[in-house]
């Protein structure tokens, strides 16, 4: 079974401290590793996707990485407006679902001014 | 183009009672998805569809049937809401080969 965790639960930032949330998995094949993040009240919204162990992505503050059994979001110098739910999500080759995702809980980050 | 839209945004429903919930995607995607969002239990894959015609069952099925009759449109149905039914629906597409793209959700309240 897929499995996906994410630490911590919950992170509180002042503007401009750097910090990385983890995405610890389990997956029988990995076809891809999914970032999304999501504001209160709305639908996740598409950061990244990784393929392959060594693999990393960046956009503006934001900058996820991939091993063989986690990935990081690295967040350089967060404004308040990063403050936002992160998910985490696998899809696997063989996982049940034709290429649905597997998510982890998500970690709820604040950055106060 | 408006992307992945749902509706309603908000519905309130008494035990026993049937809705349909409808996802409409303009991108032509050939997949959609249906998930639920609980507290503390992340998103979870309900149903999932890979073309027009077609549907499946994710991981948490009981209580919900599918269809897809347009490839633009995804409907997810519950026959007789239970409490437990009470959650935040999010439907999503993709094309082939790229990540899913997510609707702005539907909070649903069964009394």
């Known amino acids: 079974e897929d499995q996906v965790t994410q630490s911590p639960e919950a992170l509180r930032l002042q503007e401009g401290e750097s910090s990385s949330l983890n995405c610890s998995y389990t997956v029988s094949g990995l076809r891809g590793l999914f970032w999304y993040r999501q504001d209160p009240g709305k639908g996740p919204e598409f950061l990244f996707t990784?393929?392959?162990a060594g693999e990393e992505k960046e956009k503006e503050r934001l900058k996820a990485t991939l091993t063989k059994k986690e990935s990081f979001l690295h967040i350089t110098a967060p404004k308040p407006e990063d403050s936002a739910t992160y998910l985490c999500a696998v899809q696997a080759y063989s996982g049940g679902g034709a290429d649905g995702l597997t998510f982890g809980k998500g970690t709820h980050l604040i950055i106060q001014p | 183009n408006a992307g992945v839209t749902q509706t309603p945004k908000f519905r309130v429903l008494k035990t026993g009672q049937s809705m349909t919930l409808l996802c409409a995607q303009d991108?032509?995607?050939?997949?959609m998805y249906w998930y639920r969002q609980d507290p503390g239990m992340g998103l979870r894959l309900i149903h999932y569809s890979v073309g027009e015609g077609t549907t499946a069952k994710g991981e948490v099925p009981d209580g919900y049937n599918v269809s897809r009759l347009k490839k633009q449109n995804f409907l997810l149905g519950l026959e007789s809401a239970a409490p437990s039914q009470t959650s935040v629906y999010f439907c999503?597409?993709?094309?082939?080969?790229?990540?899913?793209?997510f609707g702005p959700g539907t909070r649903l309240l069964v009394l």
């Open positions: 991108m032509n995607h050939e997949y």
């Open positions: 999503a597409s993709r094309p082939n080969r790229a990540a899913q793209y």
């Open positions: 990784l393929y392959s």
